[in-house]
T-cell receptor, first 113, second 112 residues
Framework: GDSVTQMEGPVTLSEEAFLTINCTYTATGYPSLFWYVQYPGEGLQLLLKATKADDKGSNKGFEATYRKETTSFHLEKGSVQVSDSAVYFCALSDRGGSYIPTFGRGTSLIVHP | EADIYQTPRYLVIGTGKKITLECSQTMGHDKMYWYQQDPGMELHLIHYSYGVNSTEKGDLSSESTVSRIRTEHFPLTLESARPSHTSQYLC???????????FGPGTRLTVT
């Protein structure tokens, strides 16, 4: 079946540091890939997405590129802020299969001033 | 802007009580989902629906039940709450076009 593996946290950074959160996947079909963010006390919200190989999703300074050859969708940001502290989830939806997404376990990011 | 609502946001109840967690969305999405989120943050799918009168159990065994009588409404019911039900419950909806999910703010349930 489909699966998503993302790096364990917490990831602790100083403000303005470079961020990478690794995500790799396995899928039987041709999935769409997503990053969601969950701020404390809230539900998840979509951060960015990519629907085909080599697509780059971007939003709020975050970027991720759909790499089919390495089955990866790593999240990056050049300069993190304290307000980026949250839990980040990588996910996929196999468009040829069911409408049930597969989520990674989440990576907590803590940014210090 | 996604519009999906959950009530209550926080609930503390005693063991054995019957409770219903409400979830409504105004986007006309046909697919809706309930997740249980453990303290380690991982999401577990407990129920989903592909439309009115359609409900299915998810990967995580749950003693809860759901109903889907209207497109916009997907309530979750626990007939007899137990301390093991203490968790965060997240409701979500999606279309069959973009596959992205829209989440509600969650209900934090504590059973004493």
């Amino acid at each position: 079946g489909d699966s998503v593996t993302q790096m364990e946290g917490p990831v602790t950074l100083s403000e303005e540091a470079f961020l990478t959160i690794n995500c790799t996947y396995t899928a039987t079909g041709y999935p769409s890939l997503f990053w969601y963010v969950q701020y404390p006390g809230e539900g998840l919200q979509l951060l960015l997405k990519a629907t085909k190989a080599d697509d780059k999703g971007s939003n709020k300074g975050f970027e991720a590129t759909y790499r089919k050859e390495t089955t990866s969708f790593h999240l990056e940001k050049g300069s993190v802020q304290v307000s980026d502290s949250a839990v980040y989830f990588c996910a996929l939806s196999d468009r040829g299969g069911s409408y049930i997404p597969t989520f990674g376990r989440g990576t907590s990011l803590i940014v210090h001033p | 802007e996604a519009d999906i609502y959950q009530t209550p946001r926080y609930l503390v109840i005693g063991t054995g009580k019957k409770i219903t967690l409400e979830c409504s969305q105004t986007m006309g999405h046909d697919k809706m989902y309930w997740y249980q989120q453990d303290p380690g943050m991982e999401l577990h799918l407990i129920h989903y629906s592909y439309g009115v009168n359609s409900t299915e159990k998810g990967d995580l065994s749950s003693e809860s039940t759901v109903s889907r009588i209207r497109t916009e409404h997907f309530p979750l019911t626990l007939e007899s709450a137990r301390p093991s039900h203490t968790s965060q419950y997240l409701c979500a909806s999606s279309t069959g076009i973009s596959y992205e999910q829209y989440f509600g703010p969650g209900t934090r349930l504590t059973v004493t």
